[in-house]
């Protein structure tokens, strides 16, 4: 069974692997995964609980492949976590918006910070265009977005936030197509 991880998920500010780095290659080399990987990876998508030996039955490996490939996958950042995915809106926060924010100059380490101490904010990026980072937050209600935008702007080093509200989502965060194009490749 994959070894146990902590609560954070990827991107989250508790998580472990640094924002803004990728242990992955370049666009056009692909040194990463091959198809035996790439079906370690889908198969643990499909079925998180599943355990090592049953990967290895599965795939028709021998179990010290198994836990080899999952050892070398963590090593190298392809694999980050094994926690389990929460839908926000089965606990309560159905709303999700992204904001777009314009920051003061110098100031960015201080609003990481300040955004990290927010529960409702689940990711933050930091982008090239109209704004310096993109927010993805979560509220209880509309109204209550309000608030949670109050406190993610009530910060010195925000000059300017635009809001744009989730009204469907349907092509939820996916990651197994990328992982069968780079194991064919």
């Known amino acids: 069974m994959p070894p146990a991880q902590s609560p954070s998920s990827p991107g989250s500010p508790d998580s472990p692997a640094p924002q803004g780095t990728s242990t992955t290659p370049a666009a056009g080399g692909n040194d990463s995964i091959d198809a035996l990987d790439g ?95 993109l927010v993805r937050i979560v509220a209880r209600s509309n109204a209550d977005l309000q608030r949670v935008i109050d406190r993610v702007v009530g910060f010195d080093g925000i000059v300017r936030s635009s809001t744009a509200i989730v009204l469907e989502n349907p092509v939820p965060y996916r990651i197994l197509p990328l992982v069968d194009q780079a194991a064919a490749e």
């Open 39 to 133: 079906r370690l990876i889908r198969l643990l998508a499909e079925e998180p609980r599943i355990g090592v030996l049953e990967c290895s039955r599965r795939l028709q490996v021998a179990r010290g492949t198994v836990q080899a490939r999952l050892d070398r996958l963590q090593a190298k950042g392809v694999i980050s976590g094994f926690g389990p995915e929460v839908d926000p809106a089965a606990i309560g926060y159905p709303v999700t918006a992204f904001a777009t924010l314009e920051i003061s100059q110098g100031q960015g380490a201080d609003v990481r910070a300040h955004l990290a101490r927010v529960p409702e904010v689940l990711e933050l990026h930091t982008i090239t265009g109209i704004g310096d980072m």
